[in-house]
């Protein structure tokens, strides 16, 4: 019988020599003949070649006195079954259960923060409402427009031995009838080493931002909210990706769509996009957090500036309005970014502003 790798140390046997006494529903009835107790094991490799019984010659009769018990055996029928976790209970030291750490607990799913109301294919368009579909029909040209303007790929011939990977329109209605249309890139299909090798991007910790949200209403900072548009369009792609041209929008030239920068769907989308905005908010003195690299600090003798930056959402918070003022101007330069607007909310926590002064809350 095989012995389970947690109820042996390293240097025990792996298996060891039992009886066969029957039959459980869990498995074989086992007699362990040094404990003198019966386990239940499904582990079982039995020695067919050994003679199970010796045959004797001879006639012999036995008179129906009973058998003896043989001392030192129990009889199965009365012995009660106990498993095989059980049975080495004894010779196992008691483990500790392990927890998860409680920094897991910080972390969000992005789309569980995005309110939306319903989704449709792109395939389910046509059965719709003429209404409707030239409500997603507009939405797609915006998408398609963005893509463009980010010079996101160029169309090429495919090269021989490369294949490229497909994608799709994701079309989601958000808060106040928003019609909103993303073209996905099928990013599983990306091979690593090939077309993608590092894909990592920080995301801020509710802890750190319950810190230095506190640290912000601590010093009665102002806090202003931004939107990244299209945020993962402004990475620079390193690798050579090649997708086919989206549906609705197929020329019909054969060519496909040769990536110059990442795409939503891209395992190393995140992580490009949040190096551009690393890279680009350090050159302007920004200085990046060593314990939390989603906050960025800029500190001066006349004021010290905060942006936290959560994928494409970004709090702003400074001592000096104009000098904030002056690094929103540059974000919105070099990103496609919405108006800069006083915080309400983020991340499900709520603002509230009562007598100049500002208290936190649940959304």
């Given at each position: 019988m095989?012995v389970?790798?947690?109820?042996r ?8 020599k ?12 086992l007699l362990?003949?040094?404990t003198?107790r ?16 010796i ?7 036995i ?5 003896a ?5 129990p ?7 106990k ?7 004894e010779?196992t ?7 998860l ?6 972390y969000?799913v992005?789309?569980?923060n995005?309110?939306?109301?319903g ?6 368009i046509?059965?719709?409402?003429e ?28 090269p ?18 928003l019609?909103?249309a ?9 091979k ?10 920080p ?6 931002l319950r810190?230095?949200?506190a ?19 402004n ?6 990706v090649?997708?086919?041209q ?8 054969g ?16 992580r490009?996009w949040?190096?551009?905005f690393?890279d680009f ?5 920004f ?8 906050i ?9 500036i ?14 000096d309005?104009?000098?904030?003022g ?17 915080a309400?909310?983020f ?17």
């Amino acid at each position: 019988m095989r012995v389970p790798d947690n109820l042996r140390k390293k240097l025990d046997p792996k298996s060891k020599k039992m009886i066969f006494i029957g039959y459980s529903t869990m498995g074989y009835r086992l007699l362990d003949p040094v404990t003198n107790r019966v386990v239940v094991s499904r582990n079982v490799q039995f020695n067919e070649e050994k003679k199970k019984c010796i045959s004797i010659q001879g006639d012999f009769s036995i008179e129906d006195k009973g058998l003896a018990k043989e001392e030192g055996i129990p009889d199965p029928s009365d012995t009660e079954s106990k498993s095989l976790e059980e049975s080495y209970e004894e010779n196992t030291r008691q483990r500790r259960n392990v927890k998860l750490p409680a920094k897991l607990n910080d972390y969000f799913v992005y789309e569980a923060n995005v309110t939306t109301l319903g989704s449709v294919s792109f395939e389910d368009i046509e059965t719709l409402p003429e209404e409707e579909q030239i409500l997603w029909g507009k939405a797609m040209n915006e998408e398609m427009e963005s893509l463009n303007k980010n010079e996101v790929w160029k169309l090429v011939e495919l090269p021989k031995d490369e294949k490229p990977m497909s994608c799709k329109w994701v079309l989601r209605i958000k808060r106040n009838n928003l019609y909103k249309a993303r073209l996905i890139a099928r990013g599983f299909e990306q091979k690593p080493g090939i077309d993608y090798c590092e894909t990592y991007a920080p995301v801020i910790s509710m802890s750190s931002l319950r810190l230095v949200l506190a640290i912000i209403i601590q010093k009665n900072l102002e806090i202003y909210a931004l939107d990244v548009k299209t945020a993962f369009l402004n990475g620079d792609l390193q690798e050579t990706v090649y997708m086919e041209q989206p549906m609705g929008y197929n020329d019909n030239s054969g060519h496909v769509c040769k990536l110059l920068k990442s795409l939503y769907g891209l395992k190393q989308a995140p992580r490009q996009w949040f190096k551009r905005f690393t890279d680009f908010i350090i050159h302007f003195n920004f200085q990046q957090l060593n314990c939390e690299a989603c906050i960025f600090v800029r500190r001066s003798k006349q004021s010290e500036i905060f942006i936290v930056l959560y994928i494409d959402d970004l709090l702003i918070a400074g001592s000096d309005d104009s000098e904030v003022g002056v690094v929103i101007q540059l974000l919105r330069n070099e990103f496609e970014m919405s108006k800069a607007e006083v915080a309400n909310e983020f991340l499900g926590i709520s603002f509230e502003y009562s007598h100049n002064k500002l208290s936190l809350g649940l959304c």
